[in-house]
């Protein structure tokens, strides 16, 4: 009788466990969605979590946020507090996320529609993680189209 209640509850204990650690493992293509959604809600220090503490983020272009960032304060500092000066209305839509294997670990691929006053076009984004927290962002925008929106201030 003790090993028939012991069986179950050790079953019950296992599947709570690997329930809790699914909780918290993300795929690389959730982990970037869910750094995106952070970013969108201005939610900074949920979004510094998904990263390296030595993340190097670089947007390319000569703009007001291009550069290369290294850290998550540099970027948010850099990069998500300037784009709204600059872009107001500033929105990013999702089109296509597609992750590979490859030399450099997991790189994520995204396409977006970028959106702000007077701009609509296009964005590339390229992720790399290492573990399940994104090492490094390259940002591949419509660069002109962007320096002609720019509010100029």
């Known amino acids: 009788m003790k090993k028939l209640i012991f069986i179950p509850l050790m079953l019950l204990s296992l599947s709570a466990i690997a329930y809790h650690h699914s909780g918290e493992e993300l795929s690389p293509i ?3 969605k869910k750094a995106y959604s952070t970013f969108a809600s201005g939610d900074t220090e949920a979004w510094a979590k998904l990263h390296t503490n030595d993340l190097k983020f670089t ?4 703009l007001p946020h291009s550069g290369t960032h290294i850290g998550t ?5 850099n990069v998500f507090e300037v784009i709204p000066v600059h872009w107001p209305k500033f929105q990013l839509e999702m089109l296509n996320i597609d992750s590979v294997e490859g030399k450099l670990g997991t790189t994520v ?6 959106t702000a006053e007077d701009l609509n076009t296009y964005a590339l984004h390229m992720f790399t993680l290492e573990g399940n927290r994104i090492k490094t962002f390259s940002a591949w925008d419509d660069f002109d189209s962007m320096r002609q929106a720019m509010v100029k201030n």
């Open 59 to 62: 947007v390319h272009g000569k």
């Open 109 to 114: 691929y995204v396409l977006h529609k970028l």
């Open 30 to 32: 959730d982990t970037v």
């Open 73 to 77: 304060e540099s970027v948010i500092k």
